[in-house]
């Protein structure tokens, strides 16, 4: 609350949007008590007046988005942000920052993979953004019980006796989700288990005696050129490398020397669009390249098979937030043909598929036989 207060003392026109009429008005109560007889509150038309800087605080529901459309604010803050349609954000409140380079805040407790933990995961690969996780009480788990860790923006004022309680009667998902601010995959994910498999450790170079696979996804312009490496024995992740905005021979660099790095028995690389021309020369170079065309017959296995070695914990990953939140993030919808498989829009898929790739050498490795389409 005290963000939009504060803000409003400087001037300006700030919406605070809520999912509900109720939640709105626990909004206006707070923020009366915090301007007090610096602020004019109209119950009727929902705004806080600060008459000495011109300040403006319209507080709004927010389960129809067009209760809000018409304005254009300095900024914008949306409470319990995971229960707001995120058309309000899309297509109303963002818009109206454009005029006025304005900023936005969103805040609650996550539900799910919706729009509000795509913008969180995007927050995270964007240098205008920011993204914070900051549960009720911070915790640890030692031989199986509750410890109180310390983290610097916990709620002091909850006994940690409570959150404790909570721990033992909840189910523990639940209990990430609402005490520690973890998102979950919901039912309609894909990959489920990640944080799970998210358990691998960083190491600076090859093992003796160890084989490694790489897949590599190659970017567009749009889009992130993404290495990953995987310990053909452990099945653990060894390395990720992503980047873009770089030139085809700096591109071609950076793939040969994560090849010579981890000594790589065999890198599988995408060849749709421009990865064939890659491919080409990485070749010529004396590289073991394996080309891997991606079709809407050819990506429905190469994914599932991801899927089923996060599900049977097969596979361990590096803790790298933004493969991370792509994995959590990446959709499959049922269609005639068959499953497809992609990012939410606004997103990226890169680490996913070089990860899929990767893997894809992996499996068929272990079957004894490559097959790529």
Known sequence: MSIVVEAALR????????????QVRIGMNEVKRALSAAGIM?????????????????????????NVRGYTADGVVMDEAAFIKGDAWIEVLRPMLIDTGGWAWGIG???????????????????????????????KMSDGELEHEPHPLENPDVPFSEIVQ???SMPSRVF???????????????FHRVMECATATAIDGPLPGRSYIAGVDIANEADYTVVSILDSRTREQVYIDRF?????????ERIAAAYARWNVQTMIIEDNSIGQPVIDHLRGRGLSIVSFHTSASSKQPLIQALQSAFEHGTIQI???????????????????????YGAPGGMHDDTVMALALAWHGIDRRGAGVFQYA
């Open 244 to 252: 873009n905005r770089v030139g085809y021979i700096a591109l071609e």
């Open 42 to 66: 109209n119950l009727s038309r929902m705004t806080a007046e600060l008459p000495q800087t011109g300040g403006t605080i319209i507080f709004r529901s927010l389960d129809n988005p067009d």
């Open 11 to 22: 001037g300006g026109t700030y919406i605070w949007g809520a999912p509900t009429y109720d």
């Open 176 to 190: 990430e989700q609402e005490i520690l601010g973890i998102f979950h995959d919901d039912l309609g994910g894909v």
């Open 166 to 168: 909570m721990w033992q």
């Open 318 to 340: 590096l803790a790298d937030p933004i493969q991370i939140g792509e994995l959590q993030a990446y959709e499959g919808k049922r269609m005639a043909s068959g499953m497809s």
């Open 109 to 139: 407790t996550p539900k799910g993979r919706n729009w509000f933990h795509q913008e969180f995961s995007k927050a995270q690969d964007h240098d205008d953004y920011m993204a914070w996780q900051i549960p009720t009480r911070g915790v």
